[in-house]
C-alpha cells in the first residue's frame, strides 16, 4: 500500500478533542491570539497588538515574550473555539519508511486551575480550586503514529512534564475510525485517552491515612472539536520528506524563540494552604476522626509549610508562559513508544512484594516472589510462550528484597536481604528451582535494603544499600568467587564523599550497564526538607570512578519503591518505577546522565517496585497489583 498525501494523511488521523464540562478557556488559532498581544523585546522595546510582526523571529531572544493587554484577559482567556486549529509536525520514525509520527500541537489562549484534594481514609473527597499553575500562551501535543497500511500504531498524550503512550489493543485508547479520541483536563489542558469521572492525580501526599494531592478533571462533556472540520490541520514542518515528498513552509512564528505568554507571579502563602485544605474539606461527608485529622493539617503551621514544600513544586510548573513547539525537547525526539499489552494475573494465594525475574536459557522467564504480609512464603512461576505455570520455590525466608539471574552454567542465583546482611543462594538446575545452596565465598555484606543484579564488562554486578545507608557494589565473574564491596563515591569539596539511598528494607538500587558504562539507580532524598523521593543515577566508566546523581524526571515516588532496569534498542536503558499516584512509570536513557521525559504503562498501578527483563524485542514488567492479590504481567514489543 502506498502512503496517501500529507494533507490527507493529517486529516485522516486528526484527534477529536473532548472538553471537560467545566473548562472555560477553550482553544483558538495562534492567528486569533497574535492578532490581540504585545510583543516585549528583552531590550526593553514594547510593540502593542498590531505594532509587530514576525519578520525578526528568528532573531528573537529567549527572554522575549508575548503580552496579554489587561484589557482584554477575560476574552483572551475564554478562547476562541471557531479558529480552533491543529499544528502538525510531521517526523520519521528512526530510519523505518512504513511509519510516520504526527504531531498534532494544539494552542489555548490561558492555562487555567488545577484542583487541590483532600480525600479521608473512608473514601469521601473534597475538592477546591488551586490557583497557581495559571499561564498564558498553553501548548500541548497529542502525537499519532501511523503505519502505511493506514493503520493508528499508538498515541501519545501529553501530560504535565510526561504523558503516556496507548495502542489499539491496550484497552485504553479509543477510535472514532481512524480518529483518537482526546479528554482534556479541565484547567490544564493535560490530554488523556478516557473519560474520568474521578480523577487523574498529578502528585500528592499521605498524611495520617488522608490523602492532599493536585488533580486533573477529563470527564468529558462540554464542547468537541473536530480537528478536522471546519479548521483542518495545518502541517507546519515536514521532516518526512523522504517518504512523505511534499515540502512545507513552516509559518514565522515557528522560529520564535520566546515566550507565549507574559510572566505572572502567583503565590500561596503556607496559611493559603491551609485555607485551601479547610475549603476542600468543606461540605465533605467526613468520618469525626477524618475531619479531626483534616482540620488539624489546615491550622498547624508546621504542616501547612510542609504541605506548601510538597505540593507546590507538583502544580506550579511554567508560570513565565511556555515556549513554542519547535523550542520543546519533544520537538525533535519522540517520545518512548512501548504498546504494553493489558494486565494479566498470575494466580496466586498470597500478595507478592516484591518480585525478582531471571531470563533463563531457552529464553524461559523465572519470577521469584516473597510474601506479604510477612513472615514471607517464597513462591515461584515459570513463564514460557506466553503463559505462567508454577515452579519450584526456594526453601531459605529471606525478610526483604530479591534479585535473581541466570549463572554461567545455566544455573540460578538469588539474593535477599537477611535480618543485617545479604543472603545467596545458588541453584544448579536452574529455572526448575532447585536444590539450593548458598555461595560459596560470598562475603555476605552488612545491608538495610534488598539487592539488584546487573552485567558490565563480562562480570556481573550487585548493588544494595549499606549498614550506614550508603550505596554499596560488587561483582563477580562466576558466581563462585565476589570481589570486595566498594560503595559509590562522589567528587567532593573536601574529597570522596558516598552516595546515599533513601527508603527502606523493600528498596533496592537497580545496577545494569548503557553506553559503554556502568550505570545505578537509587531513590535520593528530596533536595529540601519536605520535598519528595526521587531517582538518581550515578555513572561510572569503569566500574569504580562515579559522577552523579544525575536526576531522572521520576515525578515523586512512591514510597519504599526504586527503580528497575532493564537495556532497550540500539544501546538505551530503560528505568521503570512506581510513582507517588502508584503508577507505574518509565524513562530512558543513551548514557545514563540525560533521561527522557517519563511516560506511563497504561493501567499499570503498583504500590511497590517493578521487576522487568528483556522479552521478544521489548520487556516484560511484572508489578503488584493495585488490590488484588496477585502479580500482574505487561508485554511491550517495540515497533
Known amino acids: 500500500m502506498a502512503w496517501p498525501t500529507l494533507a490527507e494523511l493529517v486529516s485522516n488521523f ?3 478533542l473532548h472538553l471537560d464540562k467545566d473548562e472555560v478557556n477553550l482553544p483558538s488559532s495562534t492567528d486569533w491570539y497574535i492578532g490581540q498581544v504585545g510583543y516585549q523585546a528583552a531590550g526593553g522595546i514594547y510593540s502593542g497588538p498590531g505594532q509587530w510582526n514576525w519578520g525578526t523571529a528568528e532573531q528573537s531572544s529567549p527572554d522575549d515574550y508575548l503580552v496579554a493587554p489587561q484589557a482584554i484577559w477575560a476574552s483572551l482567556m475564554k478562547g476562541y473555539l471557531p479558529t480552533a486549529t491543529s499544528y502538525v509536525h510531521v517526523l520519521p520514525v528512526d530510519d523505518r519508511t512504513d511509519m510516520v509520527d504526527l504531531q498534532y500541537w494544539l494552542f489555548y489562549p490561558y492555562n487555567g486551575q488545577e484542583t487541590f484534594e483532600v480525600t479521608g481514609w473512608t473514601g469521601t473527597t473534597g475538592q477546591a480550586l488551586m490557583p497557581l499553575s495559571i499561564h498564558w500562551g498553553d501548548w500541548e501535543c497529542v502525537t499519532v503514529r501511523v503505519n502505511i497500511d493506514q493503520q493508528v500504531v499508538g498515541v501519545f498524550f501529553s501530560q504535565h512534564s510526561g504523558g503516556q503512550w496507548c495502542s489499539p489493543n491496550d484497552g485504553f485508547l479509543s477510535l472514532s475510525g481512524t480518529h483518537p479520541n482526546v479528554y482534556v483536563a479541565s484547567g490544564s489542558h493535560a490530554n488523556y485517552p478516557a473519560a474520568s469521572n474521578s480523577t487523574y492525580e498529578i502528585g500528592g501526599v499521605d498524611v495520617w491515612d488522608v490523602r492532599f494531592a493536585v488533580a486533573d478533571y477529563a470527564r468529558g462533556g462540554g464542547p468537541t472539536v473536530n480537528l ?57 461527608q467526613l468520618n469525626v476522626l477524618v475531619e479531626e485529622a483534616v482540620q488539624y493539617v489546615a491550622g498547624s503551621t508546621t504542616l501547612q509549610a510542609w504541605l506548601s514544600e510538597v505540593i507546590l513544586p507538583i502544580a506550579k510548573g511554567d508560570l513565565t508562559g511556555p515556549t513554542g513547539p519547535s523550542q520543546k525537547g519533544s520537538w525533535a525526539v519522540t517520545p518512548t513508544f512501548l504498546p504494553f499489552g493489558t494486565d494479566a494475573p498470575i494466580a496466586s494465594s498470597v500478595s507478592l512484594v516484591p518480585v525478582a525475574l531471571a531470563t533463563m536459557p531457552g529464553s524461559q522467564i523465572l519470577c521469584i516472589g516473597m510474601g506479604n504480609p510477612l513472615p514471607p512464603m517464597m513462591s515461584a512461576w515459570s513463564f514460557d510462550q506466553g503463559k505462567w505455570s508454577s515452579a519450584k520455590s526456594p526453601t531459605m525466608a529471606p525478610i526483604g528484597g530479591l534479585a535473581a539471574c541466570a549463572t554461567p552454567s545455566g544455573g540460578l542465583a538469588l539474593l535477599g536481604l537477611g535480618k543485617t546482611s545479604l543472603l545467596a543462594f545458588i541453584s544448579s538446575s536452574g529455572a526448575s528451582g532447585g536444590p539450593w545452596s548458598a555461595a560459596g565465598l560470598w562475603p555476605a555484606p552488612p545491608a538495610t535494603t534488598g539487592a539488584s543484579i546487573g552485567q558490565f564488562n563480562g562480570a556481573w554486578y550487585i548493588a544494595w544499600g549499606g549498614a550506614d545507608g550508603t550505596i554499596q557494589y560488587l561483582s563477580t565473574t562466576d558466581w563462585v568467587h565476589f570481589g570486595p564491596p566498594q560503595s559509590v563515591m562522589l567528587p567532593g569539596e573536601s574529597g570522596p564523599v558516598p552516595a546515599t539511598i533513601a527508603g527502606g528494607a523493600l528498596v533496592a538500587p537497580a545496577v545494569e550497564s548503557c553506553g559503554g558504562a556502568l550505570v545505578i539507580v537509587a531513590p535520593i532524598a528530596g533536595l529540601e526538607k519536605g520535598m519528595p523521593t526521587v531517582l538518581g543515577a550515578y555513572v561510572s566508566s569503569d566500574g569504580s570512578n562515579w559522577t552523579g546523581p544525575n536526576l531522572l524526571p521520576s515525578m515523586s515516588l512512591c514510597s519504599d519503591t526504586s527503580g528497575a532496569l532493564a537495556g532497550g534498542p540500539n544501546g538505551t536503558l530503560y528505568c521503570f518505577y512506581a510513582d507517588s499516584n502508584k503508577k507505574v512509570r518509565y524513562s530512558v536513557t543513551s548514557d545514563g546522565a540525560d533521561w527522557s521525559d517519563s511516560g506511563t504503562i497504561a493501567g499499570a498501578f503498583s504500590k511497590r517496585t517493578p521487576s522487568v527483563v528483556p522479552w521478544q524485542g521489548g520487556f516484560l514488567v511484572v508489578h503488584p497489583g493495585k488490590s488484588s492479590p496477585t502479580v500482574y504481567w505487561n508485554s511491550a514489543t517495540f515497533e
Not at 518526512?240 to 515566550?259: D, S, Y
Not at 503556607?270 to 485551601?276: H, R, T
Open 14 to 16: 486528526a484527534p477529536i
Open 228 to 284: 478536522v472540520t471546519p479548521n483542518p490541520p495545518v502541517v507546519i514542518q515536514n521532516d518526512a520528506q523522504a517518504i512523505l515528498p511534499t515540502p512545507v513552509t513552516p509559518p514565522p512564528w515557528l522560529a520564535f524563540k520566546g515566550r507565549w505568554g507574559q510572566p505572572i507571579e502567583p503565590t500561596l502563602t503556607d496559611a493559603e494552604i491551609g485555607s485551601l485544605v479547610a475549603a476542600a474539606a468543606n461540605g465533605m
